[in-house]
Every structure is written in structure tokens, then in C-alpha cells.
């Protein structure tokens, strides 16, 4: 793990980059943390997919905000003061603040010599789910991939900024992995970004994994789901083999 800073119009993007042991350059993915933004958990997460044969860049989404680990040891989203503050950092990742950051990331990801030259992969977690297939949308050239895991809202009806309406430009294969008790992403919301998705002319797969609650795949939470943890890792590594071609499926 080292530190990549990254300079875009809002500010410096502290970010992290994990690297499999071996030489490089390897393909590129794009790891975007859940609510809870940069912390031990995330870090395993990004290197265990860097383990897989890629080279991982995961920036601190709440930049413009806070440095580093947002939420202090020992705490989490379930605290209300952390709750309150950490919605408070996201309320200033709008679509054309995250569009601003997705050119620094790949900008970033062109200029160091970890990542190599082609296609890149890119997943995202609860909230951070909406931000993959946005990016996969708007750098259709750029993304071969995009997974979301636990994702949030993708196709709220009352939010006309929701990523449902900006499928159309994806041309990456999609992967969506849906916790199947999941009050932020319900049937309905399933079925319309399924739709949308199948409208779009995307190659897409969407999976509930049966018994799994919102944020099954965070080791630091009490809804971690073990069993659903290890297949999204295998459902992951499977999409990037199977669209980036250098990585080796570990499950």
C-alpha cells in the first residue's frame, strides 16, 4: 500500500494504491469505499483484489471534507454524530463533483506506471455502487468493467439525479450483487435498474445472495455475511478475469 496524491478543480485527492507482488504494470481497478470511506477493512478489501493480479487504486471519496480515515477507531456510521457527519461529506458528492473526480482518478491512473494501458475495472459499495456505473457511463471508452456490491438507491423514482437514468452510456460489462433484505435497494428499485439496464443494450447480471443484509460485505460491521462476502469476492474476480484478462480468479 502507498500514497497517491491526486490534484483535481475541488482539491487533492488523498488516495491509496495496492499492488499484487511481481512485476508490473497490471490492470487497473478503481475501488470506491463505502459510506464509511478509508479504513483497515477497505484496505484488506483493495489489497485482496490486488492479491488477485490487479493493481488497485482507491481514493478517499470525502477529500474536499476530512484526510485519511474519516471515522476514528472504534466507531461507525451506526454512531449518529458519525452518521450526521459522514452524510454531511457526501452531500457534496453530486454527479458533476464525482464526474470532476472521475477525470483526476483516471488521469491519475494513465500517469503512474502501476497501472497498465487498456481497460479498467471499477466497483463500488452501498452509496459507492451508484458512483461505478456512473463512471462506467461516462468513460465508456475507459471501462470494461463495473460491479456494485450492497448498492444504494440505484433507481430511486423521487431523485432525478439517480444513476438509473444515465445507463444508456455504459458499455462496460455490469455486475450487480444485491443484498436480498436490503431496505436501500427493494425489489422495485432492482427491477426498474434491471430494466434500464436491458433498455440500454448493457451485458449485465444482477444476483441476490439469499440471506445477506445491506453492507454484507464490510468485515468491520455486525451485518458481515461471511458466506456472501466470499462470493462476492469470487462474482468479482470472475467479471474482471473475464473483461480485463490478466487477473487470476481467487475464491
Keep these: 500500500m502507498r500514497p497517491l496524491s491526486i490534484p483535481t478543480p475541488d482539491g487533492v485527492i488523498d488516495a491509496l494504491v495496492f499492488v499484487p507482488d511481481g512485476a508490473g504494470p497490471h490492470p487497473a481497478v478503481l475501488l470506491f469505499s463505502d459510506i464509511g470511506g478509508l479504513r483497515p477493512s477497505y484496505h484488506d478489501k483493495a489489497q485482496r483484489i490486488a492479491d488477485g493480479g490487479y493493481a488497485v487504486l482507491m ?11 474519516v471515522v476514528p477507531a472504534g466507531r461507525s456510521f451506526r454512531d449518529p454524530d458519525m452518521r450526521n457527519m459522514l452524510l454531511g461529506y457526501a452531500a457534496h458528492l453530486t454527479p458533476p463533483a464525482q464526474a470532476r473526480d472521475f477525470a483526476a ?6 500517469a503512474d506506471p502501476a497501472f497498465a494501458d487498456g481497460a479498467i475495472g471499477t466497483v463500488g459499495y452501498c452509496m459507492t455502487g451508484a458512483f461505478a456505473l456512473r463512471l462506467a457511463a461516462l468513460h465508456p471508452d475507459r471501462v470494461g468493467a463495473a460491479a456494485a456490491f450492497h448498492a444504494a438507491r440505484l433507481a430511486d423514482g423521487n431523485d432525478p439525479d439517480s444513476v438509473v437514468h444515465a445507463v444508456g452510456g455504459i458499455a462496460a460489462r455490469v455486475y450487480l ?12 428499485q ?3 435498474m434491471d430494466r ?5 443494450g448493457v451485458h449485465f447480471t444482477t ?12 468485515t468491520d460491521a455486525p451485518v458481515y455475511n461471511p458466506a456472501a462476502d466470499a462470493l462476492h469476492f469470487k462474482r468479482l474476480f470472475t467479471l474482471l478475469d473475464e473483461t480485463l484478462g490478466d487477473g ?4
Design 248 to 251: 487470476s480468479v481467487l475464491f
Design 190 to 192: 432492482i427491477a426498474a
Design 105 to 110: 482518478l483516471l488521469a491519475a491512473i494513465a
Design 59 to 69: 481514493p478517499n471519496i470525502y477529500y474536499r471534507s476530512a484526510a485519511g480515515q
Design 207 to 218: 444476483e441476490l445472495y439469499k440471506g445477506a443484509l445491506h453492507g454484507f460485505t464490510a
Design 196 to 200: 434500464a439496464l436491458a433498455e440500454a
Design 177 to 188: 450483487g444485491h443484498a436480498d433484505r436490503d431496505a436501500l435497494m427493494p425489489p422495485e
